[in-house]
């Protein structure tokens, strides 16, 4: 006996081969259609670009390479100045104290009740 899953009754009831076979209705041998954009349509087709695609920004990649390359003595992840300072020292803050409160429930946790 075969069986498919039903969307009706959220379980599994008997079928017939070809339906167990074909999960959620979907039959071989239907035509392979590529289906409509929804939304839009693109501004250029990719024929048309040319060998260089157009994004909205610039590209920034060259940049980060060379600031990440430079041989200055700082970590990585620091090159970037203030912001990555306070994210790490943020970070590290969070880790200490969630490491200390961690250790303080598992003592109050380990004392025994005065009943």
């Known amino acids: 006996m075969y ?3 039903s969307g009706f009754t959220q ?5 017939a081969p070809a339906a167990a076979y074909s999960p959620q209705g ?4 239907l035509p392979t259609e590529s289906p409509t954009m929804v939304f839009a349509t693109p501004t250029k087709v990719v024929s048309e670009s040319g060998p260089m695609v157009e994004y909205m920004g610039a590209n920034r990649v060259p940049d980060f ?5 430079t041989t200055d003595g700082t970590p990585v992840h ?10 790490y020292r943020t970070t590290m803050a969070l ?21």
């Open 3 to 5: 069986y498919k899953f």
């Open 11 to 15: 379980k599994l009831t008997g079928s």
């Open 26 to 29: 979907l039959r071989p041998g």
């Open 65 to 69: 390479q060379r600031l990440f390359q």
């Open 78 to 87: 620091l090159k970037r100045g203030v912001p990555d300072r306070l994210l």
């Open 95 to 115: 880790t200490v104290g969630g490491a200390l409160y961690c250790l303080v429930a598992l003592y109050i946790a380990a004392q025994p009740s005065n009943k």
